[in-house]
Structure formats: structure tokens, C-alpha cells
């Protein structure tokens, strides 16, 4: 595997799991904490979120040794979407709708301008 291989995928799993808890941070109180104080579910949503940034530091800092900081951020979004698609259908328990697949086709052409040229510029 190369250099640029391995920091990639080492990156992306890194964000993969910094993303599930920074949407459980974002998003689970609305379902969880709807009957407590906004506070309350900031100062939780605070908590979770720090288990985000353990794991999205290092992956945006392995991740930025190969890819451009475009790069980095469009690998985000769609790991973003990845993750908040199955989280909005299955615990939230909202529809699965198509316009979730024509933002995911948008996204992809993101990636193929941000991925088209050479990484680390």
C-alpha cells in the first residue's frame, strides 16, 4: 500500500468515527433529551463531542501528510452524508427519500474536482 494509500484510508476510518460521534452530538438530543433544558443537552452534546475531536484531529492531521485541505474537506461531507443518511433513517426514524440520492450524486461531483488533480498541493 502506498504512502498516500495508507494515509488515506487511515484518515477515513479515523473520520468515519469521529463523524458517528459528531452526529450522536448534533443530532441524538432531539430525540433523547426533547424534555430537558437546551443546557443540559448542550453540556451532553459537549461531552460526546469531545470524542469526535479525539478522533478527527489526528485523522485530519494523517489525512492532510497526502490529501489538500479541499480534499480533506470534500472527504468529509461525503462521510457526512454516509453517516447522517443510515442515522436519520434508523435511529431518528425518518423516511429514506430520493433527494438523499441526488445529494449524494452532487457530492460525487465534488469529489471528482477535488480528487482530479494531484493531492497535497
Same mark, same amino acid.
Given at each position: 500500500?502506498?504512502? =498516500?494509500? %495508507?494515509?488515506?484510508? !487511515?484518515?477515513? *476510518?479515523?473520520? @468515519?468515527? %469521529?463523524? &458517528? $460521534?459528531?452526529?450522536?452530538?448534533?443530532?441524538?438530543?432531539?430525540?433523547?433529551?426533547?424534555? +430537558?433544558?437546551?443546557? &443540559?443537552?448542550?453540556? @451532553?452534546?459537549?461531552?460526546?463531542? *469531545? $470524542? #469526535?475531536?479525539?478522533?478527527? &484531529?489526528?485523522?485530519? +492531521? @494523517?489525512?492532510?501528510?497526502?490529501? %489538500?485541505?479541499?480534499?480533506?474537506?470534500? *472527504?468529509? #461531507?461525503?462521510?457526512?452524508?454516509?453517516? $447522517?443518511?443510515?442515522?436519520?433513517?434508523?435511529?431518528?426514524?425518518?423516511?429514506?427519500?430520493?433527494?438523499?440520492?441526488?445529494?449524494?450524486?452532487? @457530492?460525487?461531483?465534488?469529489?471528482? $474536482?477535488? =480528487? +482530479? !488533480?494531484?493531492?497535497?498541493?
Amino acid at each position: 500500500m502506498s504512502a =498516500f494509500q %495508507s494515509a488515506a484510508v !487511515s484518515a477515513t *476510518l479515523l473520520l @468515519i468515527c %469521529s463523524n &458517528v $460521534f459528531m452526529t450522536f452530538a448534533w443530532y441524538a438530543h432531539l430525540k433523547n433529551l426533547a424534555d +430537558r433544558p437546551w443546557y &443540559v443537552a448542550a453540556l @451532553i452534546s459537549w461531552g460526546i463531542a *469531545l $470524542f #469526535e475531536y479525539l478522533l478527527q &484531529v489526528p485523522g485530519n +492531521r @494523517i489525512g492532510y501528510t497526502q490529501l %489538500s485541505l479541499p480534499q480533506l474537506k470534500i *472527504l468529509q #461531507e461525503v462521510i457526512t452524508l454516509a453517516v $447522517f443518511v443510515p442515522f436519520a433513517v434508523f435511529y431518528m426514524g425518518k423516511p429514506l427519500k430520493l433527494d438523499y440520492l441526488w445529494a449524494a450524486l452532487c @457530492i460525487m461531483g465534488a469529489v471528482y $474536482f477535488v =480528487f +482530479r !488533480s494531484p493531492g497535497h498541493a
